[in-house]
């Protein structure tokens, strides 16, 4: 056994990394003769690289003739990797995918072709989707960086952003390991994702959380241009100071191999012995795979950075040349019949790219359909809600009033004695936020046991704000997981969880945090259902929250939600009371999209009535908090509350009756309800904590203002008065309690803006 060795010491690790390059592989004919493969599979080994390879051909070929379009990163030199890696799982497992994914999606393919036919129909297929075709696997909507058959083949897909698909396999093998189905993940990557943050975050949290995931860094010696380790080409840097990547296993104690790529038989071994250990003791493997690519980067590589000298040494260990050597060497086949596989494979990527080219286009008028699943509540449901948000509006009222009028001593008395009387006079329980939030999760834990939550400090802290307080001790460690600070991870691993059938909670403690989890949480959780044609469901909840109001200034006080508004496939739900925020998380919870849950940390006690018993609150559905007739104030979360606390001051002291929605639900938007009251008030006013540039005010301004009614007339049609967006100023928010209050709408300047208009 070849172990690493760091700065000359042993390294104090469990296990051992070692370089399977110094052991001997063993010939085909001793496995054939132990019954781990049989020659046929070892001749279809042979098959399936050819159809890769022939396949990478053809599409850089096609390429050039401008018949397939955009990018395309060829898989040719490395299919080694791919058939043997893929050869050593089972059906059923699952794995993830990279930019340059073709390979590791036509060997998935094969693997599930239960007969020639299917086997054609997967690479007719294949070429579709990288032509754009309605035929593709993907409809033509993911193309070549985004190919994926996620429904028969538990291929979570490709990504292009390098690095993006990692922590989707984390949270796939999460799932793996929580429903106890004995699957392993493989997560196949270059060594250029091994520099980025998410390789770190990934493969941390798949050891400290021991999921059965094998990685499988293809390293072709080449991020693009820039060499991992050096070249002898002037002029050119590196990447990494170290040669083997593998050595980084260390780092996550868990065990490392190096493997030669270019011999399918050695990948099929290390991937076999790596797979089995996952599947036994939930236990990561990090396996690097030397390989090489024989084209560029992209087609218009010229591949500058390293030498003729050097792709030659390559070239002669060509995978196609290893596997053809090995088969006639050990006298298992002759030339005939191993260029007779090769025959058969010319063809099927030559009738493949017949059936692309006579494919139809997929019909523009389906541009827009599989971004959202398609969710609908019944309209007893939506009626229903209404009156109980009535209920309890009025119960709220009391309830001020019963505290406002108690002689208990204390605060904690009075409110003791007014929750008694909503209880006796309502049967509605009185709680806070941060209550109603960890009320909804335990529900939903409780009734689905495909719910999980995961995050920074959500269990035996209770959650930054006491939100996920008690369910650890509830529920137990496999299902209210702490994870380490890795908000990439943590939003990619839900989704990847999603995919795999787990309705994750993911938490990450400030909105601000989001914007290092953007690329999961848009590129991966809200594209991946449209990019791969409408065969994905992410049935995930990212839960944060944001906004102003304990002085602790830009970087843990914004309100983000129109970054997240801004991007098609997202939910976003901003709850403003107790009663909104157990609802819609119940709600979000329940929903097959992804859907971002925005609380705000200043609103965590406030109190309110909530009904007992199982309830949802349709999302899409706006809330009219307060009827009116003289104008219309729209706002969400925080602000709703403020905007309530203005319209009793105008009613009060000004004559003005204002009517307050609270649309709950940013995306989607109730826009219906928005347009039903202007047209009633003539006249609009938005209110958001966000920053106003681009702002969710403005849209919702312009939406009114495009609104076309029953009778064809527009929002514009019915204003009185140049509609009011009221936001943050274009600041950051700032720490000092003057400015802070000073950056966002007030009461008082809602109140002077609403009498402005009026």
Request: include cysteine.
């Amino acid at each position: 056994m070849n172990t690493v060795s760091i700065r000359g010491e042993l390294s104090n690790m469990d296990f051992a990394i070692v370089d399977k390059r110094k052991e001997q592989t063993p010939k085909i004919k001793s496995l054939i003769d132990r019954k781990v493969i049989s020659l046929d599979q070892a001749k279809d080994w042979l098959r399936t690289i050819y159809e890769i390879r022939y396949f990478e051909e053809k599409v850089f070929d096609l390429l050039g003739e401008n018949i397939i379009k955009g990018a395309s990163h060829l898989y040719a030199g490395q299919e080694a990797v791919a058939v043997g890696a893929v050869a050593a799982i089972e059906r059923g497992d699952v794995i993830g995918s990279t930019h340059r994914g073709h390979g590791h999606c036509g060997a998935i393919g094969n693997k599930y072709a239960d007969s020639e036919a299917d086997r054609r129909q997967h690479w007719n297929q294949m070429m579709a989707e990288l032509m754009g075709k309605e035929t593709g696997y993907c409809k033509g909507r993911g193309g070549s960086m985004h190919i994926a058959e996620v429904e028969k083949c538990n291929n979570l897909g490709s990504t292009g952003i390098v690095g993006g698909n990692q922590p989707p396999a984390v949270g796939a093998a999460l799932a793996e390991k929580y429903r106890k189905t004995g699957k392993v993940v493989l997560s196949f990557f270059g060594d250029g994702a091994c520099n980025t943050g998410t390789f770190h975050e990934s493969m941390n949290m798949a050891s400290t959380l021991k999921v059965p995931l094998v990685a499988i860094i293809e390293n072709n010696l080449y991020g693009m241009s820039v060499p991992f380790s050096g070249s002898e080409v002037d002029g050119t840097f590196k990447a990494s100071n170290i040669t083997d990547i593998a050595e980084r296993a260390v780092a996550y104690n868990v065990p490392g191999m190096i493997v030669d790529g270019q011999d399918v038989v050695a990948v099929f071994l290390a991937v076999g012995e790596a797979a089995a250990r996952a599947r036994k003791e939930n236990l990561m493997t990090l396996i690097e795979a030397k390989t090489y690519r024989w084209y560029g980067h992209s087609r218009s590589d010229p591949r500058a950075y390293r030498t003729k000298a050097e792709e030659k040494v390559w070239h002669d260990r060509d995978p196609i040349t290893v596997l053809r050597g090995k088969l006639t060497s050990e006298g298992l086949c002759t030339e005939e019949q191993l260029d007779k596989i090769k025959d058969t494979a010319f063809k099927t990527i030559e009738d493949a790219t017949k059936f692309a080219m006579d494919s139809p286009w997929p019909n523009p008028a389906d541009v827009a359909k599989d971004v959202y699943v398609a969710e609908t509540y019944p309209a007893e449901m939506i009626a229903r809600e209404k009156q109980t948000a009535a209920q309890v509006m009025e119960a709220t009222q009391a309830f001020e009033a019963a505290v406002a009028a108690s002689t208990a001593r204390t605060k904690k008395d009075k409110t003791e004695e007014a929750r008694g009387v909503i209880k006796g006079k309502y049967g509605m329980d009185v709680m806070n936020i941060a209550q109603a939030v960890t009320a909804a999760q335990d529900e939903e834990l409780a009734r689905d046991p495909n719910v999980i939550v995961f995050g920074e400090d959500v269990g035996l802290y209770g959650g930054a704000y006491q939100a996920t307080r008690g369910l650890v001790q509830k529920y137990g460690v496999g299902r209210v997981i702490d994870t380490a600070i890795s908000e990439a991870a943590i939003a990619g691993a839900a989704v990847g969880a999603a995919l795999r059938g787990l309705r994750p909670v993911a938490e990450i403690m400030y909105v601000d945090f989001v914007t290092i989890a953007m690329d999961q949480l848009v590129h991966v959780g809200a594209y991946n259902r449209y990019m791969f044609g409408g065969k994905a469901k992410v049935p995930m909840v990212l839960r944060t929250e944001g906004g102003v109001g304990r002085c602790i200034a830009a970087h843990h006080s914004e309100s983000l939600e129109a970054w997240l508004v801004h991007a098609p496939g997202l939910y976003v739900v901003m709850p403003s009371t107790p009663y909104d925020a157990k609802g819609l998380l119940k709600a979000a919870i329940r929903s097959d999209n992804p859907v971002v849950f925005i609380e705000h940390k200043a609103t965590y006690g406030q109190l309110g009535p909530v009904p007992e018993g199982d309830y949802i609150i349709p999302l899409g559905v706006a809330d009219i908090k307060r009827p009116g007739t003289d104008a219309t104030i729209v706002s969400y979360s925080r602000m709703a509350m403020w905007c309530l606390d203005a319209a009793k001051i105008l009613a009060e002291k000004h004559g003005i009756n204002a009517e307050v929605i609270d649309v709950r639900t940013l995306k989607p938007l109730d826009i219906d309800a928005i347009a039903a009251s202007v047209r009633k008030t003539g006249k609009l006013i938005t209110v958001s904590e966000g920053f106003g540039m681009c702002g969710v005010g403005r849209e919702i301004t312009g939406r009114y203002m495009e609104y076309e009614f029953e009778d064809g007339s527009h929002g514009f049609d019915y204003l009185d008065a140049a509609p009011v967006n009221m936001a943050a100023l274009d600041v950051p928010p700032p720490m000092s309690e003057p400015l802070e209050n000073a950056s966002i709408p007030s009461v008082d300047r809602i109140v002077e803006a609403v009498r402005k208009i009026c």
